[in-house]
């Protein structure tokens, strides 16, 4: 099992160095937050780890990426809930569903805000705010600071703890191409 995941880390550090792994990191941020079960975290790990400069470069497209796939699900719960619903129970998230509807009656904005480092899936959060019909201001001011305050937190101590910094370079916002 080891060797599984030594090799599967080298194919993801050696992917997280292509010049298209922004693009990547971006579809799945997007994604991951309204139906794909992958978090971003797998993606955004081993690309701080190769290039520790672009830390809060990537922190902020997966962050934004993140945010806006979260719009996406916001308007699956909001148009298309008795769609999902049948999806939720079969991927086992109809508890983690009732759950986060009851953070929102107790909690509203900061349940949201929460997600971002909860560990129920954030996607169960985005629909549920549709569904619930949550004030779209509010919720997308608080998956910008859950969401951001999470990724960057995982995209500066992965850089620091790579010990890459060092080398002179520290963590910018510059050449956002990739």
């Known amino acids: 099992m080891r060797r599984f995941f030594s090799r599967l880390y080298g194919i993801v550090r050696c992917g997280a160095s292509q010049p ?3 693009w990547f990191l971006a579809a ?3 994604a991951e937050s309204s139906f794909f079960p992958v978090p971003p975290d797998v993606m955004l790990a081993p690309m701080v780890l190769v290039r520790p400069c672009r830390a809060l470069h990537f922190a902020l497209l997966t962050t934004l990426a993140s945010v806006l796939g979260g719009l996406l699900g916001y308007v699956i719960g909001y148009y298309a809930f008795e769609l ?4 939720l129970y079969s991927w086992g998230q109809w508890q983690s569903y ?3 509807r009851d953070w929102f009656d107790r909690w509203g904005f900061w349940a949201v805000l929460i997600a971002g480092f909860s560990p129920i899936p954030y996607k169960v959060f985005t629909i549920a705010a549709g569904a619930m019909q949550i004030a779209i201001i509010p919720f997308m001011l608080a998956s910008l600071l859950g969401r951001g305050g999470r990724f ?3 995209a500066i101590l992965i850089a620091w703890g790579g010990g ?8 910018t916002l510059t050449g956002l191409g990739g």
């Not at 999902?84 to 999806?87: A, G």
């Not at 890459?164 to 370079?169: E, F, H, M």
Request: hydrophobic share 60%; charged share 5%.
């Open 28 to 30: 799945l941020s997007f």
């Open 20 to 22: 298209h792994a922004p």
């Open 98 to 100: 009732l759950a986060v």
């Open 164 to 171: 890459n910094w060092s080398l002179g370079c520290a963590p």
């Open 84 to 87: 999902v619903r049948p999806l």
């Open 152 to 154: 960057f937190l995982v």
